[in-house]
Nanobody
Framework: QVQLVESGGGLVQAGGSLRLSCAASGRTFSSYAMGWFRRAPGKEREFVAAISRSGAGIYYADSVKGRFTISRDNAKNTVYLQMNSLKPEDTAVYYC????????????????WGQGTQVTVSS
């Protein structure tokens, strides 16, 4: 079992920044790829970013490319999502997830999920 706990969400004005963290426990952190997803009100869950076990492979959704940065610290069992130049359309609940096979954009591939953290961007 893997437990994931997100933090760092909040209310920010458009153009501002937030840094999300996801702390993992229960299994060797470096053995799984990590992803960030989000769900806006009335919308489907969508892929945001993913990072491979070593951190060498990184993938972003087109909507966040150039504004968001995913990273991981295997020594701290934590994955991060630095979000800059935030827009109102980034408002959503953000979830981190762990994949025991590989970094992917497909939510169905992920084995474990956190409870989510709310990000609200005001215009």
């Amino acid at each position: 079992q893997v437990q994931l706990v997100e933090s760092g969400g909040g209310l920010v004005q458009a153009g501002g920044s937030l840094r999300l963290s996801c702390a993992a426990s229960g299994r060797t952190f470096s053995s799984y790829a990590m992803g960030w997803f989000r769900r806006a009100p009335g919308k489907e869950r969508e892929f945001v970013a993913a990072i491979s076990r070593s951190g060498a492979g990184i993938y972003y959704a087109d909507s966040v490319k150039g504004r968001f940065t995913i990273s991981r610290d295997n020594a701290k069992n934590t994955v991060y999502l630095q979000m800059n130049s935030l827009k109102p359309e980034d408002t959503a609940v953000y979830y981190c997830a762990a994949d025991l096979t590989a970094a992917t954009m497909r939510p169905g591939s992920y084995d474990y999920w956190g409870q989510g953290t709310q990000v609200t961007v005001s215009s």
